[in-house]
């Protein structure tokens, strides 16, 4: 069977760009009709929004991981949410599943699980993990779908992206966040460490995935 769309997702700096790269480059010298993707956490409106009116002494990293300050967020948790599901789907569309129907196997390493992940923790809301935003978003995974979580120690985590503003909360917050998304949904998931393996070991055994 081969797959509408192979999904990497997981924490920052566990590898999702790098091995979803190699694996589009992979299908393509397979002849397989294989298109790149990325769907981030926040979309046209939302991003668009957070540039414009972000406090001029907060910096936009800062601001697009941890989000306003906790009294903003309860006056905005509900329209910001709706911005965000409305400004993700023609990204979701156009990205990967028009793409799908096409005929393409989409490599995509940001999706709707990161999606729920990251605007959860945005908008300190952890409830929007289970309602209707989160079963509407997870019926957007196609069903020939191969979801791989790639997970590290968190410390190596922190040293991949030290020009980043993360920290141990926020990486945990998302591992315990993907963990209960998955467990919520019933996901088939492939969880691939890359704390200590080379990127060559790791994509071989990814491939292995695919190919079986």
Same mark, same amino acid.
């Given at each position: ?8 997702? /997981? ?10 790269e190699?694996v589009?480059?992979y299908?393509?010298r397979?002849d397989v009709?294989?298109l ?28 697009n991981?941890?989000?306003f ?5 309860k006056?905005i ?13 023609? %990204?979701?569309?156009?990205?990967v ?5 096409? /005929?393409f ?6 999706y ?7 605007l ?6 952890r409830?929007?993990?289970? /309602?209707?935003?989160a079963?509407?978003l997870?019926r957007?995974i196609?069903?020939? %779908?191969?979801l791989?979580q790639?997970?590290?120690?968190? /410390? ?5 992206k030290?020009? !980043?503003?993360?920290? !141990? !909360? ?8 993907y963990?209960?998304l ?16 080379s990127? !060559?070991?790791?994509?071989?055994s ?5 190919e %079986?």
């Amino acid at each position: 069977m081969r797959y509408k769309l192979i999904y990497f997702f /997981g924490p920052d700096g566990t590898g999702k760009t790098t091995h979803a790269e190699l694996v589009s480059s992979y299908l393509k010298r397979k002849d397989v009709r294989a298109l790149r993707a990325t769907v981030k956490q926040h979309h046209t409106i939302s991003y668009l929004l957070l540039k414009l009116f972000r406090p001029k002494d907060k910096d936009y990293l800062m601001l697009n991981y941890f989000g306003f300050d906790s009294a903003l967020k309860k006056r905005i948790r509900k329209p910001w949410k709706m911005l965000e599901l409305f400004s993700l789907m023609p %990204a979701v569309a156009y990205r990967v599943l028009l793409p799908s129907l096409m /005929g393409f196997t989409v490599v995509c390493d940001r999706y709707v699980i990161d999606t729920l992940a990251v605007l959860s923790y945005f908008l300190d809301d952890r409830g929007l993990m289970f /309602g209707y935003t989160a079963r509407l978003l997870m019926r957007l995974i196609p069903k020939k %779908a191969l979801l791989i979580q790639l997970d590290a120690d968190t /410390g190596r985590i922190l040293s991949r992206k030290q020009d !980043e503003p993360l920290t !141990e !909360e926020l990486v945990n917050y998302y591992r315990s966040a993907y963990r209960s998304l998955v467990l919520a949904f019933d996901l088939p998931v492939t969880t691939v460490d890359t704390t200590n393996s080379s990127v !060559e070991s790791i994509q071989k055994s990814i491939l292995a995935l695919i190919e %079986a």
